[in-house]
């Protein structure tokens, strides 16, 4: 059974002088235009596709990858608007419809929104801006450290929500963010901890030494910089450590530490600087 709205592998059952019908199960033949069937295609060929509606709502096959997939959250911008929704650039020629009734407000051309997709009640691909009811609130089995794709929603008093893996609500607290981030921008980043209550903190960076080796590099390009003299050391204040190296002062600390251990460095009151 093929999913809608999804990358498929189908296998080439018929070819006629126009493309090539993909076996689509219940569905029958799916049309792979012509224009986007490989070269040396052979009946029997297993072909990944991405499988949508066309204009007369029947399924058509592409080899194009769209911005996102059913079951996924993106940021899209809006192409058009009419009176019963707005349409998004996915990347294909057929865009995505956003019902006016899925507007968590309303939206103008050349607008970025996050949504998500999903297939409505008369079998159609759709998006949703009311992300609330499509996340997921069963409880995680993330570890701290392990890695995840965050898709930052907006931000708060605390910090930035983030769409975590497609799935869960994450919080990228203010302490935590270092570098600049905006709404709408996906990156590769780190769970911090699920807390007791299944709430989960993200991390840009993963938590723990593994940030020290990179900051510790860093700290001793200034140094070769600046003639081997910094003015920050260990007691120095958040503020400061973060205005010059753009991280905690946690981070920093361990990164110190780990040059002090290795002897590249050494400290004072005044601060710190290398040794020869």
């Not at 409505?120 to 995680?140: M, Q, V």
Request: aromatic share 8%.
């Amino acid at each position: 059974m093929i999913e809608l709205g999804r990358i498929n592998t189908l296998p080439v059952m018929r070819m006629v002088e126009f493309g090539v019908y993909l076996d689509g199960g219940d569905k029958g033949g799916i049309l792979l235009p012509q224009k986007e069937v490989p070269e040396e295609c052979q009946i029997g060929d297993q072909l990944r596709v991405f499988v949508y509606l066309d204009s007369d709502d029947m399924p058509v096959a592409t080899m194009k990858r769209p911005r996102a997939q059913v079951g996924e959250f993106a940021s899209l911008v809006v192409a058009d608007t009419n009176q019963v929704g707005a349409f998004l650039d996915w990347g294909l020629p057929k865009q995505l419809f956003l019902p006016f009734a899925q507007q968590a407000k309303p939206v103008e051309p050349g607008q970025r929104c996050i949504v998500y997709l999903y297939i409505d009640n008369s079998g159609r691909i759709a998006a949703s801006a009311k992300l609330e009811k499509f996340l997921d609130k069963t409880p995680c089995d993330y570890t701290p450290g392990q890695t995840a794709e965050l898709l930052f929603w907006r931000r708060t008093d605390l910090g930035y929500l983030a769409i975590v893996d497609h799935r869960y609500l994450g919080m990228l607290h203010n302490q935590d963010l270092f570098r600049e981030i905006r709404s709408g921008q996906t990156v590769h980043g780190f769970i911090k901890q699920v807390r007791e209550d299944g709430k989960i903190d993200v991390m840009l960076e993963k938590p723990g030494y593994s940030r020290v080796d990179p900051l510790a590099q860093q700290i001793l390009q200034y140094l070769e910089i600046k003639g081997g003299q910094c003015q920050l050391n260990d007691k120095s204040s958040p503020e400061e450590i973060k205005e010059l190296f753009a991280v905690s002062k946690k981070a920093f600390k361990m990164a110190l530490g780990n040059l002090l251990k290795q002897g590249l460095i050494r400290q004072n009151e005044q601060g710190i600087e290398r040794v020869e």
